[in-house]
């Protein structure tokens, strides 16, 4: 029998602005979940204003019983967040009712189906105040480059590299619009989807040696759903650890890099992606873009107790240096870089204010 896990996360309300959800919330959907025959075991995370539930089973990805689950319990917790009268209350479930399948109606869904190792060592990643391509450099390290993946020359099995599924983000049709390319032999054509963290999302990762599935992470694009801004699309991912796949500690090296994402304050603008602890709240600018993640190992469909990866020493440091990185952007305000791209803006003043002045321009000379 195969094991699945479902991450599937929202912002269904938050205290004094975007920051974090109430304790309340997060509440009501454990014992909403705990209450469902459906799952093996589950928990539940927050990171900046998203609630992440974390779902063990043996239905399969994409099961219509077990999106509704979350569906529900983020339906449930709505109502307490209205009447607590938190911000963004219900920001994210953009259809007044459940389809089938969460993916298009708003919440951000990662999953992974198989077969069960002896020991099964997984991470879950969740992100906010960035976008799905937040992962591009991390896991393009991890993945396929010898200085950060010592694996790749030390692991003959690992040496014969990994498929890359990516995601062309700014896709509006049903479905997703991919492209699969394998690392070594394509890692240049690799490189110039990812290095565009707006458009193109790694949406999945495979062994070449098992053909089994690593990694997996969400590329929702909310502005998609809605047609207009409704928040950043906050993502999460799971990834599969060990033996033939890359070391726990591989996958977490280029993390200590903090690369600058989009997102930030109004989602606008470029800060450095900052590990952090799991539960951690938003703060300086709306941010900085964080990243927590934990691990656990599955078995049986039980997970083990978790650990806290990115609550350590190292990672402190990290964190200073993300922080005067934050810091450094912030300098130059709106200028060049600091800010996304036009076409990336999550408002539209910007935008409205260049319409007008484009009547005003004449040639000169
Ligand atoms: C970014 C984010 C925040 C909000 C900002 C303004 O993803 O959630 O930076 O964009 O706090 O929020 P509103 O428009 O709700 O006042
Ligand atoms: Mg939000
Ligand atoms: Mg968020």
């Not at 479902?6 to 920051?19: C, E, F």
């Not at 909403?32 to 089973?57: E, M, N, Q």
Request: glycine fraction near 8%; charged fraction near 25%.
């Amino acid at each position: 029998m195969k094991t699945t896990l479902s991450v599937i996360k929202a912002d269904i309300g938050s205290i004094a602005g975007h920051i974090k959800p109430s304790q309340k919330l997060l509440e009501i959907i454990k014992n909403f979940i705990k209450k469902s025959d459906l799952i093996s075991d589950y928990r539940v995370f927050y990171t900046g204003d998203d609630i992440a539930i974390f779902l063990v089973h043996q239905k399969g990805k994409d099961n219509p019983e077990i999106h509704k689950l979350a569906w529900d319990s983020f339906m449930e917790a709505t109502q307490i967040a209205k009447e607590q009268g938190l911000y963004g209350a219900g920001q994210d479930l953009l259809k007044d009712s459940f389809a089938g399948n969460v993916k298009g109606a708003g919440p951000a869904v990662a999953e992974l189906e198989f077969e069960e190792r002896p020991a099964e060592p997984v991470f879950l990643f969740m992100a906010d105040k960035t976008n799905p391509g937040a992962y591009n450099l991390p896991f393009y390290l991890a993945f396929s480059d010898p200085f950060y993946n010592s694996g790749l020359i030390l692991v003959p099995e690992i040496s014969k590299g990994f498929k890359f599924v990516i995601a062309d983000m700014e896709y509006k049709g049903e479905g997703e619009r991919v492209i699969e390319l394998c690392a070594p032999e394509e890692l240049y054509d690799i490189a110039c989807l990812l290095r565009d963290t707006e458009k193109y999302g790694i949406l999945e990762i495979y062994s070449r040696h098992s053909g089994e599935q690593c990694v997996s992470v969400s590329t929702t694009r909310l502005h998609n759903i809605a047609g207009k801004y409704t928040g950043k699309d906050d993502p999460v991912a799971l990834v599969r650890l060990q033996k033939h796949f890359p070391a726990a500690g591989e996958i977490l090296a280029p993390f200590s890099l903090a690369p600058y994402v989009p997102g930030f304050m109004r989602g606008s603008h470029q800060g450095p992606l900052m590990p952090v602890k799991v539960n951690t709240p938003v703060s300086y600018f709306d941010g900085p873009p964080i990243v927590s993640c934990v691990g656990f190992c599955v078995h049986n469909g039980k997970l083990t107790e978790e650990v806290d990866v990115f609550d350590h020493p190292f990672w402190d440091y990290v964190r200073e240096k993300a922080a005067q990185k934050a810091e450094e952007i912030r300098r130059q305000g709106f200028f060049g870089n600091a800010m996304v791209s036009k076409q990336e803006l999550e408002y539209t003043g910007i935008t409205d204010k260049l319409k007008i002045l484009e009547s005003r321009f004449k040639i000169k000379g």
